[in-house]
């Protein structure tokens, strides 16, 4: 594969994903598709379109910038279990700072969840991923697939807030974090077998990764 093969791949994955979810364009899909078909169709399409862009990044020209070491296998395989928790205890939930929140007007800020850790869990977790597997894979199309990715999470939290800062209006945005910054750090959790059950979720997925990461990209995520 051509480095202009692996452009144009990579440039049609950002125009899927940000099109679609344009306000104008994601209000016309919805009424086509509703609430729930938008959501099935925008995940297949994104798992697709990242199937496509990894696969051309395992094609393209080899180019290698730094060696992988063993102590890096171990980061990115204690480190993904990390990422695997952070979204499932981030998705489905009520989240008005950030794209993805569920039943937004439910949020109460004096039992925020993760939101009181992070106002973009779902970034944090992107930024997370695209982190550890940089550090072990050093060819170039690969350095610039998850350079881009860390990139773009840590860009977007900007973008989200200034987003919903006009949508909110800035006032009643700063006193809505103002309430949420006051909540402790650390509380028991409201629901403590809804916690457990995302836990759960969260280390079936992480054991789902480990076995289907051979099959689908071709290397065993253990560190031995």
């Not at 209000?27 to 086509?32: D, P, S, Y």
């Not at 199937?51 to 094609?59: M, R, S, Y």
């Not at 989200?160 to 945005?173: A, C, F, Q, V």
Request: charged share 10%.
């Amino acid at each position: 594969m051509s480095w202009s093969a692996f452009a144009a791949i990579f440039g049609l994955f950002f125009v899927t994903h940000s099109v679609p979810v344009r306000p104008v364009v994601k209000a016309r899909l919805q009424r086509h598709l509703g609430q729930t078909g938008f959501t099935v169709a925008y995940s297949f399409l994104s798992l697709i379109m990242l199937t496509a862009l990894i696969w051309a990044a395992q094609n393209a020209p080899f180019q290698q910038l730094w060696s992988q070491t063993l102590w890096q296998r171990y980061i990115v395989f204690f480190g993904m279990f990390f990422v695997c928790l952070i979204a499932a205890l981030a998705i489905g939930r009520p989240n008005p700072f950030s794209f993805g929140g569920a039943r937004n007007d439910d949020y109460d800020p004096t039992t925020p969840g993760i939101v009181r850790i992070s106002r973009h869990p779902l970034l944090a977790a992107i930024a997370l991923w695209a982190g550890l597997h940089l550090l072990p894979n050093g060819d170039l199309a690969h350095a610039i697939m998850f350079g881009v990715f860390l990139s773009f999470a840590v860009l977007g939290r900007w973008i989200i807030d200034r987003r919903k800062k006009r949508l909110m209006g800035p006032s009643e945005w700063h006193a809505l974090l103002r309430k949420t910054r006051q909540s402790p750090l650390l509380q028991t959790p409201a629901n403590r077998i809804g916690i457990a059950v995302r836990i759960g979720i969260a280390t079936g997925v992480f054991g789902l990764l480990v076995v289907l990461h051979p099959i689908l990209i071709g290397a065993s995520p253990l560190p031995v």
